[in-house]
């Protein structure tokens, strides 16, 4: 860890750390980013450290105000992430894009799952993904950036009692994209979704990645 950043889950305003960063130029290109965000999105909550990131992450500001929390998201995944819960995404790119240092919790794709179901049903691969692996998301961390279905799906098992510690639901695109995330934002679970067609891959990675950071040293 470089001079000028603090221990992990550190929020003190005019610092920064970055497990991911580790080397001085990139944790200096990381930092200077961090610092253009603290100033255009503010940095008074641990929200506003996932919409500092997020917005990093596609390299726009507007996405801050399209951040929609709900339930105690960050500190949901604090604790999913110190009880070891599993992490289930929908597509190989976002379990590609989470950060493996600092926990030791498994990251898995649902695309390696319920392809017997996406057969028989014809059903997205992601969704029949999610199906299969339906008996264990209870208390589990959902990162959703691409598949509405899935987003979808994992919602409708809410109803059913299966409820995961924590839901990271940016899927992107012009069909069900938005819909998908309106629904999450109607169920009793702790998530971090987005309004609108935007999102993806690159804002639910950043979401848990911001809160990885947060979490303390093991």
């Not at 503010?42 to 399209?66: F, H, Y």
């Not at 498994?106 to 691969?125: F, M, N, P, Q, W």
């Not at 209870?138 to 098992?157: E, K, M, Y």
Request: aromatic share 6%.
């Amino acid at each position: 860890m470089f001079e000028a950043s603090l221990p992990r889950g550190a929020i003190i305003e005019s610092t920064y750390t970055d497990i991911g960063a580790d080397t001085p130029e990139g944790f200096a290109i990381s930092s200077k980013s961090r610092t253009l965000a603290r100033d255009a999105v503010g940095n008074k909550t641990p929200e506003d450290r996932l919409r500092q990131r997020c917005s990093i992450a596609v390299g726009d500001w507007a996405m801050a105000d399209l951040l929609r929390f709900q339930n105690g998201p960050v500190e949901a995944g604090l604790k999913a992430l110190e009880c070891g819960a599993p992490i289930f995404t929908d597509i190989r790119m976002v379990s590609t894009g989470i950060q493996k240092k600092g926990h030791c919790c498994s990251v898995e794709c649902a695309l390696d799952y319920g392809a017997d179901i996406a057969k028989r049903e014809g059903i997205t691969r992601s969704s029949a993904g999610f199906t299969a692996l339906k008996d264990r998301l209870s208390g589990s961390i959902v990162v959703i950036g691409n598949a509405p279905s899935a987003l979808f799906a994992v919602c409708s098992f809410i109803d059913e009692g299966i409820v995961p510690a924590l839901i990271i639901g940016t899927p992107v695109g012009f069909v069900n994209a938005a819909e998908s995330k309106e629904y999450l934002r109607t169920k009793p679970v702790s998530a971090v979704s987005n309004v609108g067609t935007r999102g993806g891959t690159p804002v639910a990675v950043a979401s848990l990645n911001e809160i990885i950071t947060r979490f303390p040293d093991p």
